[in-house]
């Protein structure tokens, strides 16, 4: 995903500068990176993403004139593998890169219950992983010490959504529904213990589908107990799901608040229906910092805009 790759780029820098080549991967004047990303499955849209994300970025390292290791300067290169959005075979994807391809620098797969899939085979063997989508809060309290991670965790996501409403009304009531993985559970912890400290009464809590597809049953839910707030979290499939049968089933409540609405890009891919909700984001081109690679974050949004044609 675009919104980290410029600190993502800073890690994978401070990590060379402190490493030698003897354990790295280099054929010529590459430096190999790998990756097992979700190319396929229900986290491909994000898993997309994130693989252009990486490849923008190690085209303007590259294109900088790339890393300079002991006096020598290397460019930079992805293996890629696809991990289908399943956990386990993206870990035997990390080991195979690890074990049979030379791998010794990985570069993060989407998701948080992925990554958490993916953190135990690169501590295993000492292999560094900077992982760019994976929030989970028991990534940062397992020790780890080859897990290098640039976002805030997740239970962090949806916060001032809760927040807000607070300030809008008292004893608000609210719905939520969260896929049952290890990201948007994090995410259900957080928005848990700001409804707690406002005093607000949850009147639904449902689990989302496996597979993303159906929101049908807690809609109408909402539609017959008319909550103030409607919170969703599953990952991009999960808020196009969500958008999209708010619209069709015409539902109406005064707040959404859902996560990676913004990477599913929602009114592009659905011709609207995306206006007023709110969505969590790490990133966005209107922010003021800036480097002397990617420039502005308007100047990266440009840039990634024009190389892939995107939104």
Request: charged fraction near 15%; hydrophobic fraction near 40%; charge should be positive.
């Given at each position: 995903m675009k919104k980290i790759i410029v600190t993502f780029i800073s890690a994978l820098a401070l990590l060379f500068s402190y490493s030698t080549l003897s354990f790295a991967k280099v054929v010529g004047d590459k430096i190999i990176l790998g990756a097992a990303v979700s190319l396929t499955g229900k986290y491909a849209g994000s898993g997309k993403h994130t693989q252009k994300g990486y490849d923008l970025g190690v085209k303007i390292v590259n294109d900088n004139g790339g890393v300079k290791v002991g006096g020598k300067t290397y460019k930079l290169e992805v293996q890629y593998y696809d991990d289908e959005s399943d956990g386990a075979k993206a870990a035997a994807l990390a080991q195979?890169?690890?074990e049979q391809d030379g791998i010794d620098y990985l570069l993060g797969p989407y998701?948080?219950?992925i990554t958490v899939a993916m953190a135990p085979v690169s501590e295993k063997f000492g292999v560094p992983m900077v992982e760019a989508n994976g929030a989970a809060r028991s990534l940062f309290t397992k020790g780890y010490k080859y897990l290098f991670a640039v976002l805030n965790s997740a239970d962090q996501y949806l916060n001032s959504a809760v927040d807000l409403m607070a300030a809008k009304k008292k004893n608000a009531t609210v719905a939520m529904a969260f896929e049952q993985d290890a990201f948007s559970l994090d995410v259900k912890l957080g928005v848990e213990e700001r409804i707690k400290a406002h005093g607000m009464k949850v009147v639904i809590d449902d689990a989302l589908p496996k597979e993303l597809n159906d929101m049908t049953a807690t809609l109408q839910k909402v539609k017959a107990l008319k909550p103030d707030l409607l919170i969703v979290s599953g990952h991009d499939k999960g808020a196009m799901t969500g958008?999209?049968?708010i619209t069709d089933l015409k539902v109406d409540v005064p707040m959404v608040a859902m996560t990676h609405c913004d990477s599913a890009a929602i009114n592009k891919n659905l011709g609207g229906g995306g206006d007023y909700t709110?969505?969590?984001a790490q990133w966005h081109k209107s922010l003021s910092y800036k480097d002397e690679f990617f420039g502005?974050?308007?100047?990266?949004?440009k840039t990634f805009e024009s190389v892939y044609s995107y939104l």
């Open positions: 195979r890169l690890i998701g948080s219950g958008i999209k049968q709110l969505c969590a502005s974050a308007s100047d990266y949004a």
